[in-house]
């Protein structure tokens, strides 16, 4: 199952509609374009493993691409790097066995996955808290 993050509403009816993706809400407020302090969180895809992938470090991202065969989806949004202004850590974990990357800033959310296959991946960047 594939986990699909977007600032788009257009690409959110368009997965929800006819992607097969299921809504399930805010994961943080993030910025569409840079901001003061934010660092771009880069999006990759898997064709393969359809699958989606995001990191804030471009050389890690780069060698997704080039080792494990994600597409380059450009930036995803703009996120801060370390935690500030009441900013809450998005954390990630993978299932390989599902092919699935959860991104999360619900603390209950990621003790589950952990319980049922999943594995910590640490903190990817900070967003801020739903309003």
């Not at 977007?6 to 809504?23: F, I, K, L, Q």
């Amino acid at each position: 199952m594939d986990h699909l993050y977007t600032t788009d509403h257009a690409e959110m009816e368009n997965a929800t509609t006819s992607g097969g993706y299921v809504y399930q809400g805010f994961a943080g407020i993030v910025f569409r374009l840079p901001t003061e302090s934010t660092v771009p969180l880069y999006r990759a895809y898997n064709p393969r493993l359809t699958e989606h992938f995001y990191l804030t470090n471009q050389e890690k991202m780069d060698n997704a691409i080039k080792t494990w065969g994600f597409v380059d989806q450009g930036t995803a949004a703009y996120v801060y790097a370390k935690q500030i202004c009441g900013s809450v850590p998005l954390y990630y974990a993978r299932n390989d066995q599902e092919s699935d990357s959860l991104y999360t800033t619900n603390e209950t959310e990621l003790d589950i996955a952990l319980q049922n296959g999943y594995v910590d991946e640490g903190i990817v960047c900070y967003v801020l808290p739903e309003l």
